[in-house]
């Protein structure tokens, strides 16, 4: 079992930052690769960012250029920095780990940008 405890979320003004972080407990060998998805209300869940144990990153394409996905290995967390928030980015935003075949989640954080 892999534990996933998320925070930084809260609430923003357009055009701010926003640092999320993820820390991973339990069996974290073996962890392929983890993410950030978020889904908002009447959405289906997206994935945003992700990054695999060889360092290979993935951006949805509305977060190119704003987001970066990171992580520590030393503190078994991964860290999503988002900047230029816009509303559309309004959502909860979950931590993912992807181990030997299956997904773990976390409780996840909102996020919620004003105009």
């Known amino acids: 079992q892999v534990q996933l405890v998320e925070s930084g979320g809260g609430l923003v003004q357009a055009g701010g930052s926003l640092r999320l972080s993820c820390a991973a407990s339990g069996s974290i060998s073996s962890i392929n690769g983890m993410g950030w998805y978020r889904q908002a209300p009447g959405k289906q869940r997206e994935l945003v960012a992700s990054t695999t144990s060889g360092g290979n990153t993935y951006y949805v394409d509305s977060v190119k250029g704003r987001f970066t996905i990171s992580r520590d290995n030393a503190k078994n967390t991964v860290y999503l920095q988002m900047n230029s928030l816009k509303p559309e980015d309004t959502a909860v935003y979950y931590c993912?780990?992807?181990?030997?075949?299956?997904?773990?989640w976390g409780q996840g954080t909102q996020v919620t940008v004003s105009s």
């Open positions: 993912d780990a992807f181990r030997r075949a299956v997904n773990y």
